[in-house]
């Protein structure tokens, strides 16, 4: 890859209010609550791709502290 | 560690993934990464912060149909000693279509996983008439082959963005680039070396008893 392409390369950061956003879109998406997707979770047996690949990205957010 | 420094790591793990798939099953793919205030990263097509659920990415190497569609994602944070960074996660999945609604297979790690399956797995469609044999004689009357994690090699050698895409290849199941052969190999290589530090990173008393053993030290 040349320098020009890597700087291309977008990188943004995201708000604490960015990131509450991010996880309620995903949780609407998905159709669950976040206790719904999280029980999934623990049973890694999720109710669609989308339950799934919801999880995967706001896990890093919502982990119980 | 500081934020530009953070995005530029962020900047060249995306570049490189995205270099990785253009010049071997997919064309004009940028991956994109957003950076969260407590430092984790994600990176996927299309990711932005306000939505971190990647795009599907389609194989195929030009204006053709997709033979399918990939849908891959990281997690990212810096290690414990804020030197290198570290996948957390990834996911590196196959569809039938962009929608995600028909998977094929998923290849997933995750450091710390909530469930008590292994970090690194696999799962597939389909069916198998055996396991469900299994299954059912055990009580599990509705467990589907998809619903076995199988493992695959561990945190420190589970399968890597290079292994899948060779898959695709050999399988038939994408058309790949003249070189891409050499592409997975030169990715690999960097991948093994990495992964190779970063156990001896952790255990420094077996890579120094084996570097005596051999005679080096």
């Not at chain 1, 995903?26 to 999880?55: D, N, P």
């Not at chain 2, 270099?19 to 064309?27: A, G, I, Y």
């Not at chain 2, 569609?69 to 810096?78: N, Q, R």
């Amino acid at each position: 890859m040349t320098p020009e392409e890597v700087a291309a390369i977008e990188v943004q950061f995201a708000s604490e209010e960015d990131v509450t956003e991010a996880v309620g879109s995903a949780l609407t998406r998905a159709g669950l609550t976040l206790e719904q997707l999280r029980e999934q979770a623990r049973q890694s047996r999720f109710s669609s791709e989308r339950a799934r690949t919801a999880w995967f990205v706001i896990s890093p957010f919502v982990a119980r502290a | 560690m500081p934020a530009p420094e953070l995005e530029t790591r962020a900047r060249e793990f995306a570049a490189s993934a995205s270099d990785r798939l253009n010049r071997t099953v997919t064309h004009g793919v940028r991956l994109s990464a957003v950076i969260t205030p407590n430092g984790t990263m994600i990176l996927g097509c299309g990711v932005t912060p306000r939505n971190f659920e990647p795009r599907c990415i389609p194989l195929t190497l030009g204006q053709k149909r997709p033979s399918a569609f990939l849908w891959l994602a990281y997690v990212l944070k810096m290690d414990p000693e804020q030197r290198y960074l570290a996948v957390a996660k990834s996911s590196f999945n196959l569809y039938l279509d962009a929608d995600l609604e028909q998977m094929v297979f998923h290849y997933d790690y995750e450091r710390a996983p909530a469930h008590g399956y292994p970090p690194a797995h696999f799962q597939v469609a389909g069916d198998a008439r055996e396991l469900s044999a299994i299954a059912e004689e055990r009580g599990y009357s509705r467990k589907q082959l998809k619903d076995f994690h199988f493992p695959v090699g561990g945190r420190r050698y589970r399968p890597s963005l290079e292994d899948v895409i060779e898959f695709l290849v050999l399988e038939d199941i994408a058309d790949a680039r003249e070189d891409w052969s050499d592409v997975i190999q030169e990715g690999r290589t960097d991948w093994e070396d990495k992964q190779l530090r970063a156990a001896v990173r952790r255990n420094p008393e077996a890579a120094l008893a084996q570097l005596r053993e051999d005679g080096v030290i």
